[in-house]
């Protein structure tokens, strides 16, 4: 509902509010099915902690006057049995709780016993300390005619890369989606194979994705984002965008 909601424009402007209403009313069946199931097995685990001690003692005492070859019972052994079964309750209330909880642990443990089984990463880089490649002569990223693929025995993404950044240029990647500008971040970062080909990292690197997002508003707010209008650049991001 929440993603519905965000894009209800969307979903306005393609008249796809029959289809997404047919697939939330089926999720919420679902939903209600659950729901119910579950609060049918809580009210019966709820009867069970009312009815066993009853019943058992009930049962418990029947059998035995009929198996007591005196044919009576002793006030004080039925008081017993009746205090014994009703410490019952607590156990029988909690038992469910103890299995959800177990549950939980046992998927959880799977998760972690899954990651801590993956393959370790391997740095494809060829990295070099800093003082061995002096600031100005040669970039602190250098991809030499570099093969880059993901995997080891995946084929190459993208071929005969060469690239230099040099200390203090910010560099943008740009292209069309698959034009493999994650394959060549990934590169930089040491994630990719390099069959042929070098790739050079002077010191560290660090990387912060972001997801890319638009606010319920205009075009022009979304360029703008608040800030005071300026001709100039709200006329360029226009025509760099290709929205002219």
Known sequence: MTEILTAVKLLKFYTWEQHFTDRVNEVRSREARAAGAQILARAANFA??????????????VSLQLTDPRGRIDPSLAFIIVSLLNTLRYPL?????????CASAANGLASLNKFMKRPQLVDYRQSLPMKS???GKKGIIEIVNADL??????NPTLSNVSMHVYPGEVVAVVGSVGSGKSTLI?????????PSGSVRVVGKTSYCPQEAWL??????????????????????????????
Request: proline fraction near 6%.
């Open 48 to 61: 069970m902690v009312f009815a066993v001690p009853v019943l058992g003692a009930l049962a418990c005492l």
């Open 93 to 101: 209330l909690m038992m469910p709780m103890a299995v959800k909880s």
């Open 133 to 135: 490649d002096p600031v």
């Open 149 to 154: 693929a993901w995997g080891d025995n995946a």
């Open 186 to 194: 990934g590169a930089i970062l040491g994630q990719t194979n390099i």
């Open 215 to 244: 606010i319920n508003a205009s075009i022009q707010d979304n360029i703008l984002f608040g800030s005071p209008m300026d001709r100039t650049r709200y006329t360029k991001v226009i025509d760099v965008c290709c929205l002219a």
